[in-house]
């Protein structure tokens, strides 16, 4: 949450009660009104969840940069 809506936000969103809606809340995107029906513990794991999800689109990309090189230095190679 911290990533995407900033510290602030995840501070406050952590504070409030869970089952009811409660706000606004500022974030970098504006105000939000939200209902929170997540414990601190889920917290946790969304942060591994998205920490997984990071690694593999650092993955994917570092492929895609590695192909593209390949592939620009095979085209120098055959035009050479």
């Given at each position: 949450m911290a990533r995407?809506?900033?510290r602030d936000?995840?501070?406050?969103?952590?504070?409030?009660?869970v089952g009811r809606?409660?706000?606004?809340?500022?974030s970098g995107y504006?105000?939000?009104?939200?209902?929170?029906r997540l414990s601190l513990r889920w917290h946790a794991t969304a942060r591994r969840?998205?920490?997984?999800v990071e690694r593999e689109w650092?993955?994917?990309?570092?492929q895609e940069l590695a192909k593209a090189f390949y592939e620009k230095l095979r085209?120098?190679?055959?035009s050479g």
């Open positions: 995407l809506f900033g936000f995840a501070d406050a969103l952590v504070k409030q009660p809606w409660s706000g606004p809340i500022a504006g105000a939000h009104v939200v209902k929170s969840r998205a920490a997984r650092r993955n994917a990309r570092r085209a120098k190679y055959a």
